[in-house]
Each structure stands twice: as structure tokens, then as C-alpha cells.
């Protein structure tokens, strides 16, 4: 099937092509489902960073899909050494090193009643620990959390601050929180709403620190996640068909590339 490749997409390959990565159809196909399905379910708009980790190279995946410049400013990503990269994404090792820097703080770059993160996970592991796949938390004041763990104790934990739970038991899959207003924060897994908490929001978002990946920043020795993360995104708060429309199309996606 013949199309005209989306523009953002043409430009996601062109970054990558520029780190010496050589470009086959499937990536330039799978680079054009993200950017023009992901624009036309919203979630695109409402993303302030969007990785798609396409190429296999740290060099490749630092990019953020929606600024592509190589500046902290555009929330490139930095690895630390316990990352990994391949065809399928990026991994953590699970210790103090396994995490990625975003340049994003919280209070700064998010909205206080207005916010989003998801993880598409291709692993299956379960944790006994505080294992999270984003955040950050402040020192002075703990309760000023921005953090999504996808299966911590068997349940998806998201903090925005006012957290939300659900209960899972497998951490493949599409995972999306998102709070859309001071008194309702949702939690999706594959494009099922599986949880709700319309407490007040009546914390603050961490501005302590930068948010990290791989890992929630600030938030001890157990935080790292050892999870293979081959999409991943931030930004405002997402409506449920946002949630549902965006999820089937990450999915889908990822089988282009064999790492669903």
C-alpha cells in the first residue's frame, strides 16, 4: 500500500538516518502509524514528548518525536550507562544507573490538573518492589509525586499527584494515566479503563527534579525498572476515547516492528 509519509514522521526517520542507523520500509511504516495515528486520536497535540525508540542505538532513541532538536530544551533523552538498546526498544538493568534524564520537571512543563504518561511495555515480569517506569518525587514535601509504576505488587500505580491504583498482574502492555481535571485521575491498561480516583488534587507536582525513565527520580534503590520500554510519552491529560483510540493504534504499531 502506497501513501505519502506524514511529515513529523519524515522527520523522525531523517534524525535517525543522521546517526548512522541504516532506514528500512518497516521502520519509515511504523514511524508514519505513530505520527499520523497518534495526531488523529489528539494524543499527538497533547504530548509534550513522545519517543517512539526506532533505530536501536542510544544515538537513534534519544530523540523526542515532537521536538527533534539535540538540546536538553527539546527533552532529548540521556542515557546512563544500565540502559541497553535494540531493534525492540530500550531496557533497563534495574540498578542506581538504569535510567534515562528527560530534561522535563513536573511543576514546570506539566499541568497541575492537566496531565499524562504512558508506557507501552513489552515485558512480562512482575516486581516485589517499588519498580517504576517514569517520575520523579520531591525531598522536601513526598507527597509532591508525579510517578506510573505499571505492575508494583500487582497493581498499576499512578501519582499525579494524588494517586490512582489498579490491579494487574502482567506488565505487557499498553499503559496510559491520565488526570483531566483537579478531581478525576484515570489509569488504562490496552485501552481499558481499569481504575478512577476523584479525590481533590491537593498536592503539588515535584519540581525538585527532573522527571526520569526508567526509573522514578528521588524515589530510593528500588526504583529502577529492569522493563523493555519500545514506546513511551508526556504531556497534558488525555479524554477516555483519547486513551482507548491512542492505545489500539501504539498496539498496532509495534507489531510493524515485531516487538509487541
Request: charged fraction near 10%; hydrophobic fraction near 35%; charge should be positive.
Amino acid at each position: 500500500m502506497k501513501y505519502i509519509l506524514d511529515v513529523d514522521a519524515s522527520k523522525v526517520i531523517e534524525a535517525v538516518r543522521s546517526t548512522g542507523v541504516t532506514i528500512t520500509p518497516a521502520m519509515m511504516h511504523y514511524a508514519h502509524v505513530i505520527c499520523s495515528g497518534l495526531k488523529s486520536t489528539g494524543m499527538w497535540q497533547n504530548s509534550v514528548a513522545i519517543y517512539g525508540f526506532v533505530g536501536g542505538t542510544s544515538a537513534a532513541h534519544k530523540f523526542n518525536w515532537k521536538d527533534l532538536r539535540d538540546v536538553d530544551a527539546a527533552y532529548r533523552l540521556t542515557f546512563q550507562s544500565g540502559i541497553s538498546h535494540n531493534s525492540l526498544g530500550i531496557i533497563g538493568d534495574g540498578t542506581v544507573n538504569g535510567f534515562c534524564d528527560t530534561y522535563i520537571n513536573a511543576f514546570s512543563h506539566l499541568g497541575f490538573n492537566s496531565n499524562h504518561v504512558s508506557v507501552y511495555s513489552s515485558t512480562s515480569n512482575l516486581t516485589s518492589g517499588n519498580m517504576n517506569e517514569w517520575g520523579a518525587r520531591d525531598t522536601t514535601n513526598t507527597s509532591n509525586s508525579f510517578t506510573l509504576g505499571i505492575a508494583v505488587q500487582n497493581l498499576i500505580l499512578y501519582d499525579s499527584p494524588r494517586r490512582v491504583a489498579a490491579v494487574n498482574t502482567n506488565s505487557r502492555g499498553m499503559f496510559i494515566g491520565s488526570r483531566t481535571s483537579s478531581t478525576l485521575n484515570n489509569v488504562f491498561k490496552d485501552g481499558n479503563l481499569l481504575a478512577s480516583n476523584t479525590a481533590v488534587n491537593n498536592f503539588q507536582l515535584p519540581s525538585e527534579f527532573n522527571l526520569t525513565l526508567l526509573k522514578a527520580n528521588n524515589v530510593g534503590a528500588t526504583s529502577p525498572s529492569t522493563r523493555r520500554i519500545p514506546f513511551t510519552s508526556i504531556g497534558s491529560g488525555l479524554t477516555n476515547q483519547i486513551c482507548i483510540s491512542s492505545s489500539q493504534i501504539i498496539s498496532q504499531a509495534q507489531n510493524i516492528l515485531n516487538r509487541a
